[in-house]
């Protein structure tokens, strides 16, 4: 029987983030017999305003709930930002180029674009940004950036979010378990690893 787990997720999606070691966790343990595929969610593609003092305050709140919750770093000084735009499609185009590049590379080029974004403060909105941060992750810079800008890419990614609407899946991160093409859900939103272990290992074992 053919298995796999297909994980919907945004590279700024704090939850997502909040939820990494647990998708790692996830890949280490079955990967070898269902291995992780990712998609792009989309979280707040095509935005184009300014976030502003209460939009500010009330990531924030949700920012700092996800911390208490998950125990997951957070970089607070986002927040001291006075014209950040909150588009994740450049980043989820960033992961869409990854996943063409090296699909095994996927889910660990999500977890740096997480840290880049919730960790280190870098403007996971530019593609720039996503260039260097595919470079240091060791990717190809010029192949990473035709790539990242190409028109085919732009399209996949549409594609993903599309897929995620159309399969009823309004929040993130969402993990589905695959077998034979038929998908269950593991879960919509965040669960900690003691709660999906046993679970999984029962799928994996049938």
Known sequence: MSKHFLYVADPMCSWCWGFSPVIGEIAATFGDRAPVRVMAGGLRPGEFRPMRGKDKEAVREHWEHVRDATGQPFDFSFFDQDSFVYDTEPACRALVAARKLDQDQALPFLARLHRAFYVDGQDTAK????????????????????????????????????FAQQSG???????????????????????PWENLRDALAAWIAA
């Open 169 to 191: 899946i309004t929040g993130f991160p969402t993990l589905l378990a695959v077998a034979d093409g038929q998908a269950a859900l593991v879960t919509a939103g965040y669960q």
């Open 127 to 162: 593609d720039a940004v996503l260039t260097d941060i595919a470079a240091d992750f060791g990717f190809d810079r010029d192949a990473f950036a035709a790539i990242l800008g190409a028109a085919e890419t732009r399209e996949e990614t549409q594609a993903d979010f599309w």
